[in-house]
């Protein structure tokens, strides 16, 4: 420890630590994604376009098990209170989660890949991913506090909802909402009923199917993101506890802290290392050591000046989209979920969709119809659920 101290310059305190375990955990986050080819983006493809749910059950397990874990730290740990999260504040972003989360979904669709894919693939060696990144951490800033932070103040957030003055709700949580239709006696019991119901649903769904129990790879990308995700609550909310020295409780999300990351590498003498930053060169650093291991470390670059204009747009939909929406396929997708927040399940299916119909226009205009036409017949394939049939 005095040795990082002496090479660093500075005294390491309750955030190094924090940032230690976090590192270290997205290492093996960003090795087991690596070596599963979990990705979200390809979860939603592999279903519309060929009806395999493989990888999509992986992304529900995970989804489980971050709901069950994340309920029994908060029930037994004593610093875990997951009300404190940005996910369960009492201000209802309605609109920024269903059109974030839908830009969102459109921009991972045209990147080639969500936010935590777009580290492993830097990682592995992709530079069309690395724009991607950069692209995506560029306008996540601008989003955050540059100029398109005017539209989400003035706009999108102009129409969030006081839960508390409109509906007397402590935040926007399910486990609130159940108490005020069921009479329960108190909010714990409401929170481990919506867990046994939403995280045992999820769990089942994925090990019911016999294809799934046989993929050893796709229960091994589900059950580590899920651990994953319980891990980061409890290093910010149980290791990270200190009145002194109070570290802000959160899990994995990776479209803010990649624009963090980039703020922090231009910026490093005169800013502060966090959780996100830690997370995102967690999974670059476990995604190399995974391809340098395995022998599929491969440069890649862009095939065409469509390709390249393609993937610096889809960066920058997910950066603003991110944004709005309060987190990713992994932010809000997972992370969100577990805490059992309204907005994260709005998020979520609006990510789902967006990917979705982007997929449906990309293969019309592939097949020779012009976009506006390719989208009438998205959207009347999802409307009448083809996607799930084909």
Known sequence: MELLQSFFGFEFGNIHKVVLWTFGLAII?????????????????????????????????????????AQILQANVEHVNLT?????????????????GFTFGVGMTLGSGCGQRTLVRVGMGNIKSLIVMVSLGIFALMTLTGFIALFRINWVEKTNIDLAESFAMKNQGFADLLMKIFPFEN???????LAAIFGGALILFAFLNSDFRKNFNNILAGVTIGLVIIGGWYITGALGFDDFEPIRLESFSFVAPIGNS????????????????AAVSGVIIGAFLYAIFSGNFRWEHFTSRNDMFSQITGGALMGVGGILSLGCTIGQGVTGMSTLAIGSLLALVAIIYGCALTMKVQYYMIDGQKFFSALGS???????????TT
């Open 29 to 69: 986050f960003g090795f087991v994604v690596a070596k599963t080819n979990f990705c979200t983006m390809g979860a939603i493809s592999d279903w519309v376009n060929m009806g395999d749910k493989g990888r999509f059950r992986a992304w529900m397990l995970a989804t489980g098990i971050a709901i069950v874990g």
């Open 84 to 100: 404190k999260s940005i996910y369960l504040s009492m201000n209802f972003g309605w609109l920024g989660a269903l059109f974030g």
């Open 187 to 193: 909010i714990a019991t409401a929170q481990w009923a």
């Open 262 to 277: 980039i703020n922090y590498l231009t910026t490093f003498t005169g800013s502060t290392i966090n959780f996100g930053i």
């Open 378 to 388: 998205g959207l009347k394939d999802l409307m009448t659920f083809k996607m799930m």
